[in-house]
């Protein structure tokens, strides 16, 4: 099953945001330019290498803008890769084979990434995984890697705590009540809030000393 987010003819997600009803509201939240987007993401996969063949089974996507995770804008979707899936990685995530038929192909999703990356800036709990996959999933269907910008909160905590603490870790800590269960969308939403908790704690300006480029360089 997946889930695939209503767009209006807008090319981003600015566009998207600016034009988009609250729920119980009739007004409309009007974006300055200067202002940003942060999109957390999460993968799920059939083992940890993709240099081994390893692939993309299940992406989420969950937008934040001014603190508040956007809901009704959160992309949700198992992928099939056409290959087999481990199952030690079944044990993991709990998606078996069976699951992904039917599900959309690499390009379709890549494609719907690229899309969120517009103006954007992704936020990931261990980016070089989830970036390196991506690389080589855009590799696999003959495009170019993604070219983002992107915060990590596995950088955030190194900093912060002196040591690279887990998502579980993190969310405990500022009490957020969804939970990590190796599920792309659960997963994505926690490290949503443990974003939104570091930004409220230390403030964009510190925040964005963590800001990076990836230019697709891990092949």
């Given amino acids: 099953m997946h889930t695939v987010v209503e767009k209006n003819s807008s090319p981003n997600l600015f566009s998207t945001l600016s034009c988009f009803v609250i729920r119980g509201s009739l007004r409309r939240v009007f974006l300055m330019w200067d202002e940003n987007v942060y999109c957390a993401v999460d993968i799920e996969t059939t ?37 087999y899936i481990h199952a030690y990685a079944q044990k993991i995530h709990k998606i078996t084979n069976s699951d992904i038929d039917g599900a959309p192909g690499l390009d379709e999703v890549i494609s719907v990434l690229r899309k969120y990356s517009q103006d954007t800036i992704m936020v990931f709990h261990n980016a070089k995984f989830d970036l390196t996959f991506l690389d080589y999933a855009a590799k696999e269907i003959g495009q170019l890697p993604l070219n983002v910008y992107y915060i990590d909160t596995l950088d955030i905590s190194q900093t912060i705590y002196g040591r690279r603490r887990k998502l579980e870790s993190l969310a405990q800590e500022f009490g957020v009540s969804h939970k990590v269960t190796h599920r792309a969308y659960d997963d994505a939403t926690v490290t949503a809030e ?12 510190t925040m964005h000393e963590f800001l990076k480029k990836w230019l697709g360089k891990e092949y």
């Fill in 194 to 205: 443990v974003f939104i908790k570091f930004f409220d704690k230390f403030g964009w300006e």
């Fill in 47 to 83: 083992g940890l290498d993709p240099s081994m063949g390893d692939m993309i089974i299940e992406v989420a996507i969950v937008p934040v803008y001014k603190g508040k995770i956007v809901r009704e804008l959160v992309y949700s979707s198992l992928v099939n890769p056409k290959v």
